[in-house]
């Protein structure tokens, strides 16, 4: 299988700013980067990501995947990333058919930071077909150990969401964005490169962020049949995540969480919950 | 002035779903409920907004006026909403010039909600003139005192974002979407409503959400030189603050905040801060 060819262009994720607290004394405080990323498909402007930057090609190839712009890797030739002028130069094999049209309609949705999803995207959902796959209730407490000990830039800056796959407790990727979206875009991308080795059908999707409608639809796009927030989930979230039979858990934290459906993929151990949190 | 005409479409905020927790319990919980509002503009389908669905008409309202769709509120003669089919009809008194132009530019940004900003936003930043206005110390933490009094979807539900606007510290208006951008425009739809009444360039702008570059754009585009945060700021919502010598204040909780840009315009009042809180 020919993969695109991508640079790696990096550039700082957080900067030092003064600030004044409450008792009137100054103090440096990091906050995340944003910056913006003009997204050219052959040479066409498509988009403008605000993103914290910490892979950009992993995001502007899961951008086009989650978009349904490019529906095999395959098409994609190369993508440069020149944080000089913000711009995401993508190179197709054989173009993007119908372009004009299929960017041309807009829905604004609930989800942070990649809030437009061109049209289409409910009208895909009841294609999908995920995998038959379940997550134990230790192997969800061993996820929600990797995510604690895990460094960010949040625990740094902030003001970031933090997203990461999982084969059972196993961390594969961790990726944090000024917009969530952009988070999950770029584990998208980066599972397309990954594949075949890393099917998608045992991984387990978490998201510091909200189970909206987008997000449910984008891991269900993924094939990925298990998706854990640190925080609740949204009624079309939670419509669309039954709809899919989709396994969603919210409000994850230490040894707490909340499975709202799909809870014939969790092999429930209670006798775990009352275990100690082990340390990082 | 003839303001337009508005229905007062109500729809249930919350819904109770049943879940799963860590002990195999099953109990019902809230979630924030989620709907697509279609907006047209004189019958043409303008965009589809994820909300909560609380005040529809000043979301559309405030959406239009945000986007520079229309420059005076008295452009717009009648918003109708219905949402048995989820549709907002606005009916303007002389059409939109150029709307397929002025909407054709698309900017995914950070900002929760409403991720697209139709383009040329940011080149209005530079001729935005913010009044001069300050804030005090004691009137932060009383701003900061009525949002934790505030009775809130977030409280019984979760998973929403609130934005207030104050004059000092009084509450005007307290609005929560599940996408934060909703709610700033909700509040930029009711302050047109109010207007001449009511003007901007006393109040301050509170969320919840973080201040993002588009968080900050729309806060000077209403005229707001002052906005409160109980998170933090991205790179990009400084750089903006700065430009427009706007008063950014995030990680404000309780006692504690951090004044990021435009301390000028905070009157800081260190022995305050040692203060117990008075319950609310």
């Known amino acids: 299988m020919a993969l695109p060819h991508l640079t790696e262009a ?19 405080t990091s906050i995340p980067a944003e910056r913006p990323l003009t997204v050219y498909v052959d040479k066409r402007e498509l988009v403008t990501l605000m993103t914290l930057g910490a892979r950009p090609e992993w995001l502007v190839l899961g951008y086009l995947r989650n978009q349904r712009l490019v529906t095999s890797i395959e098409e994609v030739e190369s993508i440069t990333v020149d944080w000089d002028v913000g711009s995401a130069a993508v190179k197709t094999r054989e173009g993007i058919a119908r372009i004009e049209e299929r960017t041309a309609q807009r829905v604004v949705t609930t989800g942070c930071g990649q809030g437009s999803m061109f049209g289409g995207l409910m009208d895909e959902v009841d294609a999908i077909s995920l995998p038959a796959a379940r997550i134990t209730q230790a192997q969800l407490y061993g996820l929600l150990g990797a995510i604690r000990a895990q460094e960010s830039t949040y625990k740094s800056a902030g003001s970031v969401h933090g997203c990461a796959l999982f084969r059972g407790a196993q961390m594969l990727l961790f990726v944090e964005d000024v917009g969530r979206h952009n988070a999950i875009d770029t584990i998208a991308g980066w599972m397309w490169l990954q594949e075949p080795q890393e099917p998608a059908g045992d991984k387990v999707f978490y998201t510091t962020g909200r189970l909206t409608s987008e997000m449910i639809i984008k891991s269900a796009q993924m094939g990925v049949p298990i998706v854990v927030s640190r925080s609740g989930i949204t009624q079309m979230g939670l419509d669309i995540a039954q709809q899919l039979g989709l396994c969603a858990i919210g409000r994850a934290t230490n040894r707490h969480f909340l499975c709202f459906t799909g809870s014939e993929r969790l092999q429930l151990q209670p006798e775990l919950a009352a275990r100690p949190l082990t340390a990082p």
Chains 1, 2 share one sequence.
């Open 10 to 28: 990096r550039a700082p994720l957080t900067r030092e700013v003064e600030t004044v607290n409450e008792h009137g004394e100054r103090a440096t």
